[in-house]
């Protein structure tokens, strides 16, 4: 009756068998199994699991995090609509080029971010789960 398991009997230096012997001992292993071992991870037999495990780790994260930048840009979007809209429609010229047009286009940056911030900040809040209160 064939075994189930063949014995194989390598021939190893006396140095190489006094290294198997004293890394057997510090893992609490047989040498055959540290060796078995050792055969089955150079020959892939369990690398294919593991890498698969590894890619399905990695697509997992990459998963999270675009879903994640997803819903801050529909965020961002949802806030911007309003305000490019109004911008497009409703807001004056700006004066000729000059010093006093520049401060005039960055005093209504800083308000238009610290609306869309203001938005941002209340939408997060109004979410289903959420108990805290948004910063003043």
Do not use: C, W
């Not at 021939?11 to 078995?36: F, K, M, Y």
């Not at 369990?46 to 697509?59: G, Q, S, T, V």
């Amino acid at each position: 009756m064939p075994r189930e398991k063949p014995r194989r009997r390598p021939l190893l230096s006396a140095a190489a068998t006094r290294s198997l012997t004293a890394l057997a001992a510090a893992e609490q292993r047989s040498p055959s199994a540290l060796v078995r071992k050792l055969i089955d991870e150079r020959t892939g037999r369990h690398r294919a699991e593991a890498a698969h495990d590894r890619l399905n780790d990695m697509l997992d994260g990459l998963f999270r995090e675009v879903t994640a930048a997803r819903s801050e840009t529909l965020v961002a979007l949802h806030a911007l609509y309003p305000f490019m809209r109004l911008l497009m429609t409703y807001t004056a010229v700006l004066p000729p080029p000059g010093a006093e047009a520049k401060a005039l286009g960055e005093a209504r940056f800083a308000t238009f971010i610290d609306t869309v911030d203001r938005l941002i900040a209340m939408r997060v809040h109004n979410q289903p789960g959420r108990t805290d209160t948004p910063e003043a």
